[in-house]
């Protein structure tokens, strides 16, 4: 599958999505959460689980012990992101929102400049506020936020989606002055993301994002540069990603409380938050050596 193919997956299922909701039919919260648990395990854990390949092709992992090395790092800066959500939630989550809409902006580098993307990248996850901010309370609630806290999150938020959309916006309208052209699909995926972001309970529009459309594009692009298909990048990721949910299982054990789906989404949440910062700085470093 190429990119486009990707994207016109995202916006056929998304567009479904949409509809389903439009028509009321919503998922109950709870199962919402176990399925995008899933979806994050199997179709986005596999994009970091590259990670340990981009590192060797980035010459940080040349030996045994500069695996060691690597490996340890790796774990003590996803061990430490936890420690620092658990200790300041509030600042631990403004600050995933800021690096995370600076590494998903690098999914359109090949067509936007830096600034018009990291605008896109801001809607796209600040979207949510808009319409669903009672939502978002319980979630951040959900993970270790006070209210008051997320209250001033999702208000920053807020204020961050309409700034991202008209940096954005302002983009669109100078293609045109560049007589630069895109293909219709390119202006479908923007759009079908903004309405997504919008439209969608926060979940679900993540999780559509994170798995459809960030996690294959980052598979296929570091298939295309390490030479690998696709097929073989998930078989390289897979022992990963097994040990991933073994580790999680066993944390589970020993942390769980009574309320599954409280406990998936801190999981989910604060674990990505974890893995990510180290796979974000990795991912940065590759970006900039191409
Ligand atoms: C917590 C939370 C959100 C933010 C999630 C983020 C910021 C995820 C970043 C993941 C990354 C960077 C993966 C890397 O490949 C949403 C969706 C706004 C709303 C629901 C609760
Ligand atoms: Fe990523």
């Known amino acids: 599958m190429s990119k486009l193919h990707y994207s016109q997956f995202y916006i056929g299922v998304c567009t479904l999505a949409a509809l389903a909701t439009m028509a009321n039919i919503n998922m109950a919260s709870d199962n919402l959460i176990i399925?995008?648990?899933?979806?994050?395990?199997?179709?986005?854990?596999?994009?970091?689980?590259?990670?340990?390949?981009?590192?060797?092709?980035l010459n940080l992992v040349t030996s045994v012990s500069t695996a060691?090395?690597?490996?340890?790092?790796?774990?003590?800066?996803?061990?430490?992101?936890?420690?620092?959500?658990?200790?300041?939630?509030?600042?631990?989550?403004?600050?995933?929102?800021?690096?995370?809409?600076?590494?998903?902006?690098a999914d359109w580098r090949a067509t936007m400049p830096l600034f018009s993307r990291v605008g896109l990248a801001c809607t796209l996850l600040c979207g949510p506020s808009v319409l669903y901010s009672a939502t978002l309370t319980d979630l951040f609630t959900a993970l270790l936020l006070t209210t008051q806290a997320a209250n001033w999150v999702i208000q920053g938020m807020q204020i961050t989606f309409y700034i991202g959309l008209c940096v954005f916006l302002y983009f669109i309208i100078q293609l045109p002055i560049h007589k630069k052209s895109l293909s219709v699909w390119q202006y479908s995926e923007w759009l079908t993301l903004l309405l997504s972001s919008i439209i969608l309970n926060p979940l679900l529009h993540f999780g559509l994002y994170f798995c459809l459309?960030?996690?294959?594009?980052?598979?296929?692009?570091?298939?295309?540069?390490?030479?690998?298909?696709?097929?073989?990048?998930?078989?390289?990721?897979?022992?990963?990603?097994?040990?991933?949910?073994?580790?999680?299982?066993?944390?589970?054990?020993?942390?769980?409380?009574?309320?599954?789906?409280?406990?998936?989404?801190?999981?989910?949440?604060?674990?990505?938050?974890?893995?990510?910062?180290?796979?974000?700085?990795?991912?940065?470093?590759?970006?900039?050596?191409?």
């Open 35 to 57: 399925v995008l648990a899933l979806a994050v395990t199997f179709l986005g854990l596999p994009h970091g689980a590259l990670d340990f390949a981009v590192a060797k092709s």
């Open 68 to 105: 060691i090395r690597f490996v340890t790092i790796y774990s003590v800066v996803a061990a430490t992101s936890i420690s620092f959500w658990i200790w300041v939630p509030d600042i631990a989550l403004v600050l995933f929102l800021c690096i995370s809409a600076f590494h998903f902006s």
């Open 213 to 290: 459309l960030h996690s294959p594009k980052h598979l296929q692009d570091v298939g295309v540069k390490l030479h690998v298909s696709v097929k073989r990048a998930i078989a390289i990721s897979l022992p990963f990603v097994i040990l991933t949910i073994v580790l999680a299982a066993g944390l589970y054990e020993l942390f769980a409380s009574s309320n599954l789906s409280a406990d998936l989404l801190r999981w989910i949440f604060i674990g990505l938050f974890g893995l990510t910062m180290s796979h974000m700085l990795l991912i940065h470093l590759w970006h900039g050596a191409d």
